[in-house]
């Protein structure tokens, strides 16, 4: 039993109020009781409560109406339906509008402990559920994705179109650009959010293993395989399943896979029925997956079959406006995590990041963040608390010079171009001043109101 449990109990005969009442009481639970539906609904809407025990015949509103009624506005607590009259069309009426049991009097005071139990129990695992799922739901929001960079900006953009939908998905992008977390943000904010999310790493499951772990298997269809198996495909059925590496998969999986694709059922090794399938599916891979086709490692038709709706991640290094505010992120994360005074980077430190390549892309940053955060006592992280190679990447760079394009006879888009500039060096000073825009204009050598003017024009997030 779950400690002080909230119960409540609605009958309109006294004596079997208060009786019930005063037993379950007795039992530890907290128990409230109502005369009528009408004063029944009143307390609904003041408490919460875990179940409710209400006879079926009740003047004015029903026992029937208050089990829909909270059915509505509290699934997860159970409704429990009692009555001195007995009959199989209202046993079903009740177990067809969500009643958790449906019972007769005289109640057998064991056996309604039994039933509450049981009750409970749901009620606890509906309301982790949903807990659970709220909490993905808020972790995986777009606005959880950070980047105002116009390459993210982009991708938000698809995200919004195809999130609706059940069309297959590729995401492209190198390790560490967070391809998983953009397909579960998409599975999360989509149709199918209440249903599975499937995730398989296809490079890192041996070959002779990964055709088992995908489609599953029967018992006895091969050594080692002592009980019927659901393959990844089957447990994410009516959900998404991501393929996360998909262009390591061997060629004769392949094959297999292009059937499940276009026949959306599954057969499991050793077997011979089919299953049929719902299942979304969103690949990732960090390979150019045309220049694979054309070396003969990946099948045509399965790219055209996986390659319907793109989306291409940009590398940290081509979305650097994004770096102080990735790293801001993260050092709030992992402040608040690990029970730690809020600490900032020093403008070096944080330009020292910003013109290092990050080949591990966000994964790396994230890493460098808190491993920096954990080894240094301080509240402002210098360059000297940064790895060695982030530091040497700022020591030994120069001013990158502005990449002038050459007039031609088509002519050039100056406006466009001096644009440009202009938001990149606003994006870095408002990055090297944590978005405090009067140091910014001081490092850009102009006054305050032409920068919020600027901001405006350019339309910069700041």
Known sequence: MKPYSQILVIDDDPSNREAISLLLSSTGYQVQSAASGEEALDLLQQNSFEVILTDLFLPGISGIDILKKVKEDAPSSSVILITGKASAETAVEAMKSGAFDY????????????????????????????????????????????????????????????????????????????????????????????????????????????????????????????????????????GTIFLDEIATMPLHLQMKLLRVLQEQEVEKVGGNQTIKLDVRVISATNANLEDTVKRGRFREDLYYRLNVIPIKLPALKERREDIALLARHFVQKICQESGRVPVTFSSEAMRAMEVYPWPGNVRELENVVERTITLSDGSIMEVADLPTDIGQADAGSQEPAIACPKVTEQGIDMPQFVAGIERDLIHSALALTNGVKARAADLLNIKRTTLVEKIKRLRIEA
């Open 103 to 238: 019972l007769t009097k005289p109640l057998h005071f064991e056996r309604l402990k039994v039933v509450i139990a049981k009750a409970l129990e749901k009620t606890q695992l509906l309301s982790e559920n949903f807990y659970l799922r709220q909490q993905l739901r808020g972790k995986y929001r777009f606005d959880k994705i950070i980047g105002n960079s116009l390459a993210m900006q982009q991708v938000f953009s698809r995200m919004e179109k195809i999130v609706g939908t059940d069309s297959t998905i590729l995401i492209l992008g190198d390790s560490g650009t967070g391809k998983e977390l953009v397909a579960k943000a998409i599975h999360f904010n989509g149709n199918r959010k209440d249903k599975p999310f499937v995730a398989i790493n296809c490079g890192a499951i041996p070959a002779e293993l990964l055709e088992s772990e995908l489609f599953g298997h029967i018992k006895g269809a091969f050594t080692g395989a002592i009980a019927d198996k659901k393959g990844k495909f089957e447990q994410a059925n009516h």
